[in-house]
């Protein structure tokens, strides 16, 4: 067994002092049990925590590091940003660099504001698309996530059909009731919500691969028809491209599946590790956003330096080796076929789901294609598969309900750990 006594003790001294112990409740290591690992630094594929154990990482930050940690060319940035000043509180070259380079690379995004992470990227994109069309409802997907806003906080209830009810202590009734909820991949329901608020449905946001029930791919047509929907009735369609950005194509999931959408959300890669997102999209739609608009939002740390320059150098860095996309999605592929080989070879008839570099082993034998059927997987299960993966080396994300980030820094010796580790395993369930 491994040695964790170091990130025990900094738990328990955590729990004192942060609630839970955590700054982000899924790093608690609750829906997997034992505790969270504290850890002290990373390079490349591998994570090394406070006790001293070494993990090839499948998490990546929750996808940032999709070179790997520590890359050495965003290291060098963010030094070189260091040099001149942390934050000035004033426009700098930095952030026309940026917006330019990112409206060069996706071309739904005409303009583009910074902002400081996903979340507050979603319930400003949120507000614009209400500001813009003067309408207050908004269709989220059953199982989506799009941070901790109070708009996105709303389960489906029991019927996709009806109002969302607040799913957080906190979240006014007023405010789930603009939003509605419907099944991921279900373009009926979303029909039949938009016939039932006529005029009334500002957006329809969405992952539009979705990574937070686990990975889950749209089905065929499915994004066109969004698309088609939203066309004809006004709708502002939205695609929170926070994890499927610069990470399933250069220009994300839109690139992927030529779908255009008129509002993207992002963040994650674009940091290079550190905090920030951005929403952009139609520029007469941008254009509503203060000061050139009505619509307010701001951020004192809005386009921070040492963030543009780690986002700006990872982005020329993915820009600049297209291949790089190539790569990472043909590492996958081998961890994934690993995988499945090993589940035909030992009876099991679990669900693994891939899309580019982002992958979930659904402990069910359902095919999965929406939260219904990702509720159906054994968590306990799940729990047992990860407790054993860590004791091999292998960092996996602590719940059944995420997806796996591969990096490019993962090569086929790591590959085989991975492997190796998942065999052992699977055969320990
Ligand atoms: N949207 C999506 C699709 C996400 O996956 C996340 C975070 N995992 C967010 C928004 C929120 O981003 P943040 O945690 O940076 O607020």
């Not at 813009?132 to 908004?138: L, M």
């Not at 992927?256 to 509002?263: C, G, M, S, W």
């Not at 292998?394 to 090569?411: G, K, L, N, R, T």
Request: charge should be neutral; hydrophobic fraction near 40%.
């Amino acid at each position: 067994m491994k040695d964790f006594s170091k990130s025990k003790a900094l738990f328990e001294r955590a729990k004192q002092i942060i609630p839970g112990g955590v700054n982000s409740p899924v790093r608690a290591f609750r829906a997997v049990g034992g505790n969270p690992l504290f850890m002290k630094r990373a390079k490349g594929p591998y994570l090394y925590d406070e006790d001293g154990n070494e993990f090839v990482d499948l998490i990546n930050s929750w996808g940032p590091m999709i070179l790997g940690h520590a890359h050495p060319a965003v290291e060098e940035a963010v030094k070189e940003a260091l040099a001149t000043s942390p934050s000035f509180g004033a426009p700098t070259a930095r952030e026309v660099e940026m917006a330019a380079l990112i409206c060069s690379i996706i071309p739904s995004v005409e303009k583009v504001r910074m902002v400081n992470s996903g979340t507050e990227a979603t319930m400003s994109a949120v507000r614009v698309a209400r500001g813009f069309t003067g309408r207050d409802k908004i269709i989220k997907m059953e199982g989506c996530y799009h941070g901790h806003g109070d708009s996105f906080l709303i389960a489906a209830g029991s019927g996709a059909m009806t109002f969302g009810t607040p799913d957080s202590p906190g979240v006014t009734k007023g405010t789930a009731k603009d939003t509605l909820i419907a099944p991921f991949n279900d373009l009926n329901a979303i029909a039949r919500l938009i016939d039932e608020n006529p005029k009334e449905i500002a957006a329809i946001i969405l992952e539009p691969v979705v990574g937070n029930m686990g990975c889950v791919a749209p089905q065929p047509g499915y994004l066109q028809g969004l698309r088609k929907l939203c066309d004809t009735h006004n709708i502002i369609l939205i695609f929170d491209e926070v994890m499927t950005g610069f990470r399933l194509a250069l220009a994300g999931a839109q690139e992927l599946y030529n779908v255009k959408p008129d509002l993207t959300t992002l963040g994650k890669i674009i940091g290079g590790g550190l905090p920030v997102g951005a929403y952009g999209g139609r520029k007469d739609i941008m254009d509503a956003v203060s000061p050139a608009g009505p619509i307010y939002q701001a951020g004192t740390l809005s386009g921070n330096p040492l963030a543009m320059a780690a986002g700006y150098a990872m982005l020329t860095q993915l820009r600049d080796n297209p291949s790089l996309y190539h790569q990472i999605n043909t590492t996958t592929t081998a961890i994934v076929g690993g995988i499945r080989k090993q589940l035909f070879s030992k009876g099991l008839g679990y669900t693994i789901n891939q899309v580019g570099s982002m992958f979930t082993l659904f402990f069910t034998d359902e095919t999965v294609i929406n939260f219904d059927t990702a509720k159906t997987s054994d968590t306990a299960r799940f729990a047992k598969y990860f407790q054993s993966m860590l004791q091999r080396g292998i960092y996996m994300a602590p719940s059944q309900y995420e997806a796996m980030f591969v990096s490019a820094a993962i090569d086929d010796l790591v590959v085989s750990r991975v492997l190796q580790a998942s065999e052992e395993a699977l055969k320990e369930l």
